[in-house]
Nanobody
Framework: QVQLIESGGGLAQAGGSLRLSCAAS????????MGWFRQAPGKEREFVAT????????YYADSVKGRFTISRDNAKNTVYLQMNSLKPEDTAVYYC???????????????WGQGTQVTVSS
């Protein structure tokens, strides 16, 4: 099992940037595919980005492609989401997830963090 704790959320202006971090503890971090998801008020949770176990492969939702970058540091047991050119529609609670199967296929995770709020003002 793995425990996930997100940080780095907050308030940003449209066009600004935020960097989310997700620290993992428990079972070996490098054995998990990692991903970011988000849920806006009144909407279902949606996939944002995922990264392979070794960090070599990444995949993004069309809505964030070219603006967000997912990365990981297996030595630090941490996955990141760099968010640039933020838009008001990026406002949501962002969740970090760990999965034993590739999220590019499953679009879900086996373990979840508690979430961090991101609010983008226009």
């Amino acid at each position: 099992q793995v425990q996930l704790i997100e940080s780095g959320g907050g308030l940003a202006q449209a066009g600004g940037s935020l960097r989310l971090s997700c620290a993992a503890s428990g079972r070996t971090f490098s054995t998990y595919y990692m991903g970011w998801f988000r849920q806006a008020p009144g909407k279902e949770r949606e996939f944002v980005a995922t990264i392979s176990k070794d960090g070599a492969g990444t995949y993004y939702a069309d809505s964030v492609k070219g603006r967000f970058t997912i990365s990981r540091d297996n030595a630090k047991n941490t996955v990141y989401l760099q968010m640039n050119s933020l838009k008001p529609e990026d406002t949501a609670v962002y969740y970090c997830a760990a999965g034993l199967r590739a999220m590019i296929i499953t679009r879900t995770g086996d373990y979840w963090g508690q979430g961090t709020q991101v609010t983008v003002s226009s």
